[in-house]
């Protein structure tokens, strides 16, 4: 029972990455998802989250019109579409069954590394 979190990697500032996370042992379609990300030196932050349904969304005002999140319940997937990154947007993202990392999801990834850099 896991989720694996990939799509990470080094990018140039403006350009586009993917982050996905799959479930596997358990339904996604059970919970809301949440994508949070920790810079060096910061706590980690909550950057977009979805719910149930998929019908509603949140995005953190630093990456609002740049991020997109989805999810496709058939595969038991969640992606973050990241576009137009910039060096801030450096961390480690981590996924998670939860729109709160304080409510304890029931499952989170391991993390994905995004640098952006030139």
């Known amino acids: 029972v896991q989720l694996q979190a990939s799509g990470g990697g080094l990018v140039q500032p403006g350009g586009s990455l993917r982050l996905s996370c799959a479930a596997s042992g358990f339904t996604l379609e059970d919970y809301p998802i949440g994508w949070f990300r920790q810079a060096p030196g910061k706590e980690r932050e909550r950057i977009s989250c979805?719910?149930?349904?998929?019908?509603?969304?949140f995005y953190a005002d630093s990456v609002k019109g740049r991020f997109t999140i989805s999810r496709d319940n058939a595969k038991n997937t969640m992606t973050l579409q990241m576009n137009s990154l910039k060096p801030e947007d450096t961390g480690v993202y981590y996924c998670?069954?939860?729109?709160?990392?304080?409510?304890?999801?029931?499952?989170r990834g391991q993390g994905t590394q995004v640098t952006v850099s030139s």
């Open positions: 979805i719910s149930i349904s998929g019908g509603d969304t």
């Open positions: 998670a069954t939860a729109c709160s990392w304080m409510a304890q999801p029931d499952y």
